[in-house]
């Protein structure tokens, strides 16, 4: 059997660390992702598996990849994790989709990893593809990839323009600007016949205006509790759940 990697700097070992900056990302077309239910779900979608690491008398079987062992304190410089278990898989990063004729969610500067995956997971449960503006949190961070449990997979990803609007409407969707106040209750909004484009905004700031302001169409959640406005991920929930109450997949 060969002994587990205990070289905290080993070439692989550092390469694969390397993988948490999107710089590397994108220089590599790679990505890591962590944990069994993360590596199943790629391997089921038949992502292509470069390389795997994996604890002592915890690796995965049936891995279409090299599977190397790891000691902990390894284990723990490439995860980003207080206290990973792995495994550990690095993954070439699929090609970006295109826009379709199909309901989809925008992420508009949307900055937080955690936020951006839970919309994508949000989107994979409702059925929308989901698009995103050159000033959002790259959706193959391996933050993003943990918070989506899985959603990357077997959804269309697009990477929009510098100007998406016209991108938006060219591929047949009705951009709709997800708005603290001023716009029109969802089942107004919400229930055009055809397919929109859901615009959620960055976390502090919201969509700019001058967004806001081309968009056609506005949506705005009643609230008749207190606060003020709701987590960027809660609100797109809600309104991603909301149109497709009202306008259910064929």
Known sequence: MTPPLTSRRNPRVAAAAALHRRRERAATGRTLLEGPHLLDAAIAARIDIIEVF???????????????????????????????????????????????????????????????????????????????????????????????????????????????????????????????????????????SGPVALLVGNEPHGLPDPVIAAAPGAVTIPMPGRTESLNVAAAGAILLYERRRLRPLS
Not at 182 to 187: I, L, M, N, S, T
């Open 54 to 192: 994996a604890l002592e008398g915890s690796a995965p079987g049936d891995v279409p990849a090299d599977v190397s062992i790891v000691t902990a304190p390894v284990m723990a410089r490439i995860a980003a994790t207080d206290h990973p278990r792995g495994p550990l898989a690095v993954i070439a990063i699929p090609e970006p989709g295109a826009l379709r004729h199909h309901d989809t969610v925008v992420l508009w500067d949307v900055a937080d990893p955690g936020n951006a995956g839970t919309l994508l997971r949000s989107a994979a449960a409702f059925g929308y593809d989901l698009a995103v503006t050159a000033g959002t949190v790259d959706l193959w961070d391996p933050k993003v990839l943990r918070a989506a449990a899985g959603a990357h997979f077997g959804r269309t990803l697009v990477r929009l323009g510098p100007d998406p609007l016209p991108e938006l409407a060219a591929a047949g969707l009705a951009p709709v600007a997800a708005v603290v106040d001023g716009g029109r209750p969802p089942e107004q909004a919400l229930a055009v």
